[in-house]
Structure formats: structure tokens, C-alpha cells
């Protein structure tokens, strides 16, 4: 889609997300065991120290 606005195809991005929105099936997401996550960002972190 950047390339259609790029090109003119597409006038805006606004213009885009209907289209966006129809090309594509929409899914939601939902966290699942975030303990785990928690943890590697925990251990993550910490090597930034």
C-alpha cells in the first residue's frame, strides 16, 4: 500500500485502510502464557545492565 501512495494510486493512508482492512483477514490477539515472556524480558534487562 506504501507503494500505491507513493505511485499516486492511492491518494493517503486514510484512503489505504479500507482497502487494507478488506485485503486482509482480521485477527485478534490474545497473550497467552505471558509469564514465561515476563521472564525473557526480565533476563533480557538485565544483560542491558
Known amino acids: 500500500m ?3 501512495i507513493g505511485a499516486g ?3 493517503d493512508l486514510k ?3 479500507p482497502l487494507i482492512k ?3 483477514p482480521i485477527a ?3 497473550p ?3 509469564a514465561a515472556w515476563d521472564a525473557a524480558y526480565g533476563r533480557f534487562t538485565n544483560l542491558l545492565k
Open 2 to 4: 506504501v507503494q500505491a
Open 9 to 11: 494510486i492511492i491518494p
Open 15 to 17: 484512503a489505504a485502510m
Open 22 to 24: 478488506t485485503a486482509f
Open 28 to 30: 485478534t490477539f490474545k
Open 32 to 34: 497467552q502464557n505471558t
